[in-house]
């Protein structure tokens, strides 16, 4: 008799065909989509009557640039899904690697799922991976004139601007990062019996 994890990935593969890669490891299935299926492949997932994934309980950015140590020879941009049916109590992880490294995009799903809209939003205000077809893609979590994106890994960890409030002035300013860079090494401290008197 086939697994709960075995059916769904049987369902995938007959509603998906070739279209699709997919994994099952540690508990869970993930599928790997093309950019230029993800929209269409996304419709599948709603409307199969053998898939049913009628939520899309989260949708998040990722930057790849240095996964596994630098290991990692891919696209740097993805972005990941996960979707669950309750009909058929089934979960999934939905993978789609934006096609080009220097603009990342992607299709919105949000005509699909409208629950994707602040997802899509702030991906794009912490990746700044554009979603085609979004009405609304504007900063969610960031000020409207904030430069960069927060969560890519090559942004400095103490940001550009810093904004401080100046008495002199009575507002709120923004200047030049005044702090210093450094580089914190913690130091360990081994005891050789620790915790077991």
Partial sequence: MATHLEVLEAALRHALGERASI????????L?????????????????????????????????QTYGDGAWHGLRFAVVSHLMS??????????????????????SVTGIWRSANWYEREAFDLFGILFDGHNDLRRLLTDYGFI????????????????RYDPEQKRVIYQAVTIE???????????EHYGTK
């Fill in 86 to 107: 309750v009909q058929h109590n089934w979960r999934l992880r939905v993978r789609v690697f934006a096609a080009d490294d220097s603009m990342p995009q992607v299709a």
């Fill in 181 to 191: 860079p450094r580089e914190n090494v913690p130091r360990v401290i081994r005891e």
């Fill in 148 to 163: 960069g994106h927060p969560f890519r890994k090559d942004f400095p960890v103490s940001g550009y601007v810093e904004m």
């Fill in 23 to 30: 994994s099952v490891a540690l508990g869970e299935v993930t």
């Fill in 32 to 64: 790997v989509l093309e950019s230029a299926d993800y929209l269409a492949a996304m419709k599948v997932l709603r409307d199969d009557a053998g898939l049913r994934f009628e939520q899309l309980i989260d949708l998040a950015g990722v930057d790849y």
